[in-house]
């Protein structure tokens, strides 16, 4: 049977994030080399989870020691790492490597300096509600469900939580603020899931200040 997520989250819970985190991205990790996948994990976990990393370690270690046998993987109580295409195919030599690259990050305090997401994953670990704004609500359907982009965000703060509202709003400033002129903001906003484009005249850096505004009206208007 199935683990319990209890179960899960102690045995692999930090291991699977680990390996979220290449989605869309090369396992091109060396000895020698920190692939881009990895260096955003060790960048978003050192700011905001840093307690996990030894966690992160010991996961990914023992599970590259310790493959599933037969009896778990027949019960289905093991973790199938998914197809990230490792050079060379050696699975359990890349974990190692990954779990040693952990390690020394941890024991040399070295944290990936900050700076703009490069990874799919990275842009929704940073800004999870905003990915949930743009996913669920300016997606490719948008013109058959609303009538205009301000509809939708009507929408959204009228279905949301205030205080899941307001986290949004910090997300967005916090967004504004990175060094990124509109195309790179547009790939930020497509990464992010929105499938629209902003409305006219408005660039992306625009239009999402004009978003935070509204959303900050609505709350202030207790919406």
Same mark, same amino acid.
């Given at each position: ?40 994990? +060790? ?31 027949? +019960?289905?109580? $093991? ?58 609500? $300016? ?85």
């Amino acid at each position: 049977m199935p683990m319990a997520p209890r179960e899960f989250d102690r045995r692999y819970g930090e291991l699977d994030q680990v390996l979220r985190a290449y989605t869309g991205q090369p396992a091109d990790d060396t000895p020698e080399h920190r692939s881009d996948a990895l260096t955003a994990y +060790l960048r978003h976990t050192w700011r905001y989870r840093p307690w996990t990393l030894v966690t992160a370690e010991a996961q990914v270690r023992d599970h590259a020691r310790n493959p599933p046998g037969t009896l778990r993987i027949r +019960l289905g109580e $093991f973790y199938s790492v998914p197809d990230v295409q490792v050079p060379g195919g050696d699975v359990r030599a890349w974990l190692l490597v990954i779990a040693d690259h952990i390690g020394r990050s941890v024991d040399e305090g070295d944290a990936p300096r900050p700076e703009s997401p490069v990874t799919h994953w990275e842009w929704h670990a940073r800004f999870p509600e905003l990915a949930q704004l743009l996913g669920g609500w $300016f997606s490719q359907d948008m013109p058959d469900e609303f009538e205009d982009h301000a509809a939708a965000l009507v929408d959204y703060l009228e279905s949301t939580d205030p205080q899941l509202v307001a986290g949004l709003v910090g997300e967005v400033h916090e967004l504004l603020a990175l060094p990124l002129d509109d195309p790179d903001c547009a790939v930020a906003l497509a990464s992010l899931g929105m499938e629209v484009d902003p409305p006219t005249p408005h660039g992306p850096r625009s239009w999402l200040r004009g978003a935070a505004d509204t959303l900050v009206s609505g709350l202030s208007a207790g919406r």
